[in-house]
Each structure stands twice: as C-alpha cells, then as structure tokens.
C-alpha cells in the first residue's frame, strides 16, 4: 500500500474522482463530505495525508486545520488545501497553520496526483528526523582499534568542521550512511535535519526538489542540515546538473520575499562504485566528480580490519539488548576467531545481522562455535524455507506476513541491495521502497 489518504469535501462528484485515482495509484482512501467527518475519520485513521477544503457547511477548512494544529495532529500527517474561491492570503494564512500547500479548484488531475507524491516524500523526510532525534547514539564514531579506524575517526573529526561536499565509497555494507551521520553528528549542524535520499528516488522525483519554482521544494526542509544522497553512480544527467547547482552555486529564489537567498546545506554523496570509469565514458559529470573528490572518504571492507570485529560485536549485542530487547548472549574467544577467519562479503551489514540471529535463534546464554557455523554457511534461511500457512487470520493478513518474509530473505540473500532484491521481486525500485515501508522492514537490517 503506498499510503493512507483522507479528502474531505462538500462536493460528491470531486470525492468520487480524487478517490478513483488514488485507489489506480494504490492508496487507502477515505472520504469525508463535512468538517465534523472528516475531524472523525482523521481521528480514527492517521491519515498521511489530507486533502482539505475550505469551504463547507459546517465547519470552514482553516479552522479545522487550526484545530488540528493545535492537538498536534499534523505532526504525523501532510495538509493540503483546496478551494475554488482562495486567495493569496487564504493560502498564505493555511500555510502559516501548518499547510503544506494548496490547491486551486478546478483540479488539475495531473497536479493532484504529484502534490500528493511530494506530500508523502515530505512525510519520508519528518519521519526520518524523527527516527534520527530518537536514536540515542550510544556510538557515532567509526568502531575499533585498527588503525584505518583511528585515521578514519580523525578525517571526520576534521572534516565535520567545514561545509564542503564530501563522497564516501566502499564496497555494499561497510557502513556508508553511518559515516554520513557521523560527520552531520560532529558538526555545528547537528541540531538541524539529516536526510538520506537514494540516487534513483532524487532522479525520478526531480521536480520536488528542484529550486526557484512556484512550488514548495523539499530542499526548504533542510535548511542548516544536511542532504545525503546514496548510490551516486545511479544519479541521472538531469539529477547531476541539479547537484551541480546545489554544490557550486546553492542560491534559492525565496518568492514571499522575493529576494535570492543562499542555501544553507550541506551535501553528502556515497557510492560503492568508482566513479573515475563513469566520468571517462562521459556519463557523469567531471566537475561534479572532482568538487566531491577533494577531500574523500574510503570507507574499507570488513576483511581489511578483521581486528575490529570483537569490538563490532560488543557493540552489536549492546545495541540489540538496549534497543531491540534480544537477550545478551556471551561470545568465547574461539568464537569470535572464527568470526574473525570469515570474509565476510556483506560486511558490517553482514556482521550485525549474524550478530542479531544468534541472539534471536539462540536457547543459552553461551553460544558455541558451531552455532556460528551454521549462521555463517546460511543454514538460517531454513527459517524461512520452513514457513508455516496459519489459515486462522485473514488473506490480507497472511498475504502480508508471506510478503514480509519473502521480501526478508530476498534482502538477506542480497545483502540489503534493494536494486538487486527488485530485479529479483520483479518489481520497479520506488515500489519496493513503498511496500517495505508499509511492511516496517528497514532494507540495511531487514530482520
């Protein structure tokens, strides 16, 4: 399901239509005809978003957003206002209660349904603050005592001092991201937003983000934060000249000021494939490429500092008892050396999910070496093959519990790379984004 959606309006016929093409589009829509409904049903569904018209019989638009805004009810939902009789102060006073845009009746079709795409992406991003606020960072810095992590703690401790751009690479699973927040983490910015958008996300949404237009602009969002944008080899031409602008000539056109202003943002980009190859073959920007690459993060695989991992380990097994609840479970010495004579292809990825299935799947307190063998050569995906139907629940439930497992081990046997486990779905990437969000299954730690 893409989402929940609330339309409260007067008219019959303009409630009919908008819910016809949200259900095309895979929503969950509801419908209010009144301000007094619509108030219940947004009280009983959470809606993600609200299309919400001024005037009704009973109780006007602005005042019920008022009302809502005032019980805390947008912190988790998007308004977006409608009227065929609005005003620029009309817009300007709903925006200034918490509306996140508005729209002119009669409704463009077309522009109904990519507001409502950008309301969810506006969604994506107070959600993500919210997790990021909530997390207590127990540990930011790169974990372990080799001595790439000692250098790579001080490049962050140094680099979070600046503005520049910075882009880190490394193979799948080393970590990238949490780079990212680390460096967002030391710097003066750290009480602003840190938002991470995939390459292919920020290409075929291009138009939310964009500057200097008559529409709201995601990038408002991040004033004073950072953006981290993640896969950048997949970055389309349009999305790099868009990158180009936010790195070497950030200016914003504020249209209620009418005055250009700079943009306070700091940009991040990770990628785990080389760049160099890209730029050669003309398919990515070479000025882009070296702006990024004046002061660079490699990030190592885990097999070059196999040493670090009993302190990975330590750190893994706090997390999940502190954050996650799991029971603590004891690793000997023998078994964290035979941890460490493993490749390990996924990575740290690789090692926290091991980590958090043996403290899962684990009956004693001291585990054993050849509980760890048998993680190590997959024989948990067992789990998964041995799944039981439970015909006592609904098909909708059973289809969801069967698609959270199938798409579990999907992510598992492609290490957490959600454009392979699409390719093998059989589904487009932006849908397979929606639907392990509305599965709750984080794809870095699917379990």
């Known amino acids: 399901m893409a989402g929940t959606l609330l339309i409260i309006d007067d008219e019959k016929d303009i409630r009919l239509l908008m819910k016809e093409i949200f259900d095309e589009e895979g929503y969950d829509v509801f419908l209010a005809s009144n301000g007094t409904q619509g108030q219940q049903l947004w009280q009983e569904h959470r ?11 009973d109780t006007d638009g602005l005042t019920l957003l008022k009302n809502m805004a005032h019980d805390h009810w947008l912190e988790h939902t998007t308004v977006i206002m409608m009227s065929g009789h609005g005003t620029i102060e009309t817009a300007m006073e709903a925006t200034r209660h918490g509306a996140y845009d508005f729209l002119e009746k009669p409704l463009s079709l077309a522009k109904v349904i990519l507001t409502a795409e950008r309301a969810f992406e506006h969604n994506r991003l107070k959600s993500e603050n919210s997790a990021w606020r909530r997390q207590q960072p127990d540990q930011i810095l790169p974990i372990g005592k080799s001595k790439v992590m000692r250098e790579l703690r001080d490049t962050i401790t140094r680099l979070a001092k600046y503005t520049m751009p910075v882009l880190i690479s490394g193979e799948a699973g080393v970590g990238k991201h949490l780079f990212a927040k680390a460096l967002h983490s030391h710097s003066s910015r750290q009480q602003a937003r840190l938002s991470e958008v995939h390459a292919y996300e920020l290409s075929h949404n291009l138009a939310a983000w964009q500057l200097n237009t008559d529409q709201p602009s995601l990038l408002d969002q991040l004033k004073g934060g950072t953006l981290v944008i993640s896969h950048l080899d997949q970055l389309s031409s349009a999305a790099q000249n868009f990158l180009a602008e936010l790195i070497f000539a950030p200016n914003h056109h504020d249209t209620l000021a009418n ?47 196999l040493e670090d991992i009993p302190e990975l380990v330590a750190h893994f097994v706090e997390q999940a008892v502190h954050q996650e609840g799991l029971p603590k ?92 486990a699409a390719k093998m779905a059989g589904l487009e990437r932006t849908h397979l984004y929606r639907k392990l969000k509305s599965l709750d299954i984080d794809p870095k730690d699917p379990l």
């Open 329 to 420: 479970r004891e690793f000997s010495d023998e078994d964290l050396s035979l941890l460490m004579h493993h490749p390990w292809p996924g990575n740290v990825r690789e090692l926290k999910n091991l980590v958090q299935r043996l403290l899962i799947f684990g009956q004693t307190h001291q585990l054993t070496p050849s509980e760890i063998h048998q993680m190590l050569t997959q024989k948990h995906l067992q789990h998964y093959n041995e799944m039981q139907i439970d015909t006592s629940v609904p098909l909708k439930q059973a289809k969801e519990v069967f698609e959270a497992q199938y798409l579990k081990k999907l992510l598992l046997e492609t290490q957490g790379n959600v454009s392979e």
């Open 47 to 57: 809606p993600d978003v609200v299309f919400l018209d001024i005037w009704m019989p």
């Open 259 to 305: 005055k250009i202003t700079k943009l306070d943002l700091r940009v991040l980009c990770t990628t785990q494939q080389d760049l160099a190859p890209l730029v050669a073959e003309g398919s990515f920007r070479e000025d882009v490429y070296k702006r990024l690459s004046v002061m660079p993060i490699m990030v190592p695989p885990l097999r070059q500092h």
